[in-house]
């Protein structure tokens, strides 16, 4: 089961909690001052500090949200283990469906293996 993490947008306190669909229709309030918190896809991945720019999000490699767990499954299966940015998360309006990619060895690992080879990196050409 996957950890999420969540920082409060008003007192800034962060969490890390095992992901539930259930429990988590909503994001958690916030222990600190009961506001609804955020959550933070950047903390799940050792943020952008600690990585040069990753992790980034690819608008040309996503797919559609009904997808996700068929991509997922497609990326173990070529054994690139890929997240992608779900449809519940707070940013899924612009970014459900993408994979995410945690460095830049893992980006091309997966462009290689999920094109069979011809290695383009389509966010090059954007
Ligand atoms: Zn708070």
């Not at 009904?66 to 997240?83: C, F, M, R």
């Amino acid at each position: 089961m996957p950890v999420y993490c969540y920082r409060c947008g008003s007192c800034g306190r962060t969490m890390e909690e095992f992901f539930h669909r259930t429990k988590h229709a909503r994001s958690p309030r916030c222990p600190g001052c009961e506001k609804r918190m955020q959550r933070d896809i950047h903390a799940e991945f050792g943020g952008p500090r600690a990585q040069g720019q990753w992790p980034i999000y690819s608008d040309a490699m996503a797919v559609h949200p009904s997808q996700i767990a068929d991509a997922k499954h497609q990326a173990d299966v070529l054994g690139v283990p890929t997240e992608f940015v779900e449809q519940d998360c707070p940013e899924a309006d612009k970014w459900a469906g993408q994979p995410i990619f945690t460095s830049q060895r893992h980006q091309d690992e997966y462009l290689r293996k999920v094109t069979g080879g011809k290695i383009v990196n389509l966010d090059k050409y954007g």
